[in-house]
């Protein structure tokens, strides 16, 4: 079935494949099958799956046990028992015993922030859904679908996305059908949904924006027959929806297509707030994406559109949450940074208002050393230059080195860019034999860690060259021995001589 065929409810029996071995099972194994009989699944994913889906959060409650006493157990008691006349011990586990356990495991490591332990679940979760429900079943695909979102979502890969959600379309889209109902019908469209809206977000991340508005396009059309489902409830309509508005949105943005993205950003935002509540915290990330698009427009930037959608992005993250948290913090420093694009002078003290306000959250939550900290005195630190107070910028420069050789390394880019900002300053100040000095610094941290020939190590030279050529200032500078050597004379093998030698 090619991509543009549509799917319809034919009647007909599903696909039965038998599969033939030429090994008998032996009674000891047949026995243990017989007394570990897995049992059917209570619960449903969502209302409109059939009765044999896998994902399930009811599980047998001696596998639990097992399970749980296996966990608790210490290291030391796992003894490797040795083979008994040549065989090994083998797993007998059903596999849709090890699909469901899998299928948990994966969930737990998702919400608990394990995202590469997440991932190999999904990757066993394929293996097992295979084996229980065979190759060209829509379980399959949705396990591919799994995969492909944990992929693009939390790794941020969109090659290995684009890949597994090509793999799950072909299960779909080139077998024969064998859908028999309509509830069956809505969990293939559904898997297709997610597939289409996964491999068009990744597209979209490769830059590949023809293909992936046709792909997203293809999911808007599997999302209206959705609709006309009765057994797929509203809500589950109105989510999908807002994925589909939100991928669009992406897309015009990268594509630089700034009204279209803004229009679909506007609607996108009507939906969440109808859907969600207009103080949800699932607004936040979505209004910081406005934000960040209409400061991206460049010369033609509506700072004060982007100034109020994080303001909104700022009043929910502070209506739900504490002073002191992190979500706050990162809509703070976006108004903080907001502000100072606009280039006036009454919004750089609302800017070091906001700053401020990150810095303290950052070292209650962070400390004093951590990057995010750091990268906050970095911003703080330049805004106090814009409005001429050197002397607070300086002392903020000089407190967070410590920091940055703490958590970059004593060589690294970002103390070697402390020292060219301290040296500006003092530079600006008029302070010439401190700025050589902290230029030296910084150009020594330089051509350790980017090589002498690097941009950043030629301009500083170059730098210390045009300070050291004012009088008076080369004598108080000792200069190292390759400094040394290329002020030398060249040397010239040829003798110039006045007159012949002649013969005595």
Known sequence: MSDEEDYSAEEGRPMVIEVKTNKRPSSRTQGRRSARTPRTPKTQRSQYNDNEDDYSDEFDEDF?????????????????????NGRKKVN????????????RKANKFMDQGKVDKCIQEYVKCIAYTRMVHGPVDWRLARSYADLAEAYLDHKSYAAQADYHADNGKAILLN??????????????YTVLF???RTKGRALTALKKFPEAEQVLAKADKFLADLFKMSCVTQDECDEMEIDISHAKARLYWKQKKHALASSQYDKLLDQMESHYGKDSMELVPVYQENGQLEQSKGRHADHDKAIEMYLQAHSIAGANYREDNLVTMDTALSLARAYSQTGREEAEGVAEKYLNECLAICQTCHGSNHKKTLEVMDELS?????????????????SSLTGKCEA??????????TYKLIASVHLSG?????????????????????????????????????????????????????????????FNSIVNRSKPMTGT
């Open 92 to 103: 007998m586990t059903p596999p849709d015993r090890l699909l469901k356990t899998s299928t």
């Open 64 to 84: 639990d046990d097992e399970e749980e006493m296996a966990d608790d157990a210490p290291r030391t008691s796992h003894i490797k028992s040795k083979p008994k």
């Open 430 to 490: 008029g302070a010439t034999e401190k700025a050589i000095r902290a230029y030296q610094k910084c150009h020594n941290i330089e051509c350790l860690v980017l090589g002498k020939n690097s941009k950043k190590a030629k301009d500083s030279e170059r730098t210390i060259e045009i300070l050291m050529s004012s009088p008076g200032l080369s004598n108080k500078f000792s200069l190292s021995k390759s400094e040394e050597l290329k002020k030398r004379p060249k």
């Open 175 to 188: 077998s024969p059908p064998t859908i028999t109902t309509e509830t069956e019908k809505a969990n293939v």
């Open 382 to 398: 330049r805004l106090l230059i814009r409005v001429d107070r050197q002397e607070e910028a300086l002392s903020i420069l000089r």
């Open 194 to 196: 997610r597939l289409y």
């Open 408 to 417: 970059y390394g004593d060589y690294s880019e970002q103390v070697s860019d």
